[in-house]
């Protein structure tokens, strides 16, 4: 299911007889024809996925060269110090996560929100996205990051999946720094984003309902493995609530970025020169353009409300 107006670099397949659905032109004779099959579509290839990954990979890595964990806390009370050196964890007291200070991941750029909504440092809205907390944090979300990135980047291409991706983690953080609950803890990490890829899936099921022929199935599946990701949140320690933003504004993004064109649609690059086609199924079907419509006005106005509340706390 990839985009089917991408033409296929194979010289087009010669049409086979058929007088119901396509007529030819008046100046030639008549006769049973029919158009050929639209070629296979071909996956993209990702590059947006691996990119994040390493990037997040890396900014973990200077987190920690930064941390210092012997010269700020001394040998004896850092983690792996004799295989690490610079680069060992803090003691589990501080960080269970094998993670670097609660002061080093503020100073780089962690969502803090004294730092946000009094010092008007806004910019941390898209720095904490790539924090990370300690090795177990970054693991699970690249494991995350891989299993969702890679199979939405093959459909649609990192021009759709980068800027959801994006959209998503600014939602997440955006609503994790209006939480009450969150103003004496630095939140940092890609989670929300990538529960904005979550959300995605379940808004380009929706949208493209047409396409799937079980769609109970995948419908069912979806939503269990939406249900059991957003049960993870309510555990100590973690930032649910970044977690439902950025699943709501990859919900909304996914309506406005992840549409398909219907079933039965064939692009006039892959009909061959000479034949009309009598009934033409349009690109994309009513509730699409709706789904578009609704949710493109509803993420606007979210960020647009939520960036005024930080304003005026």
């Not at 299911?1 to 008549?30: L, Y």
């Not at 929300?192 to 959300?199: D, E, N, P, V």
């Not at 249900?227 to 933003?245: E, K, M």
């Amino acid at each position: 299911m990839g985009r089917p107006s991408r033409p296929s670099p194979s010289p087009p397949v010669q049409p086979t007889p058929s007088h119901n659905d396509i007529e030819k032109g008046s100046k030639r004779p008549r006769h049973k024809s029919k158009i050929p099959p639209p070629p296979p579509p071909k996956p993209w290839k990702p590059r947006f996925t691996p990119l994040v990954f390493v990037a997040n990979t890396s900014v973990f890595i200077y987190t920690m060269y930064v941390n210092d964990c012997p010269h700020t806390s001394g040998t004896s009370k850092c983690i792996l110090y004799e295989y690490l050196g610079r680069y060992s964890f803090q003691r589990f007291k501080e960080n269970p996560l094998l993670g670097p200070s609660y002061i080093t991941l503020k100073t780089l750029g962690g969502l803090d929100w004294t730092q946000v909504v009094e010092e008007k440092e806004y910019w941390r809205l898209f720095s904490c996205m790539w924090l990370h907390a300690g090795l177990v944090h970054l693991l699970i979300n690249m494991l995350s990051l891989l299993g969702l990135g890679i199979r939405l980047e093959h459909e649609f291409g990192f021009v759709r999946i980068g800027p959801l991706y994006m959209i998503s983690g600014f939602g997440g953080s955006l609503t994790s720094v209006l939480s009450l609950a969150r103003k004496s803890i630095v939140s940092v990490g890609a989670s929300g984003a990538l529960f904005g890829l979550l959300g995605s899936m379940l808004s380009e099921l929706i949208t493209n309902w047409s396409n799937y022929t079980n769609k109970c199935s995948a419908l069912s599946t979806m939503l269990l493995i939406i249900c059991l990701n957003l049960a993870i949140g309510f555990l100590p320690r973690v930032d649910n609530s970044a977690h439902i933003g950025g699943f709501v504004s990859g919900l909304l993004a996914g309506f406005v970025l992840l549409m398909r064109p219907q079933y039965g649609y064939i692009s006039s690059k892959h009909v061959p020169e000479g034949y009309q086609i009598k009934h033409k199924v349009a690109k994309h079907q009513v509730h699409q353009y709706v789904l578009f419509g609704i949710s493109l006005v509803l993420l606007i106005t979210g960020f647009a409300v939520g960036l005024q509340r930080l304003r005026r706390p």
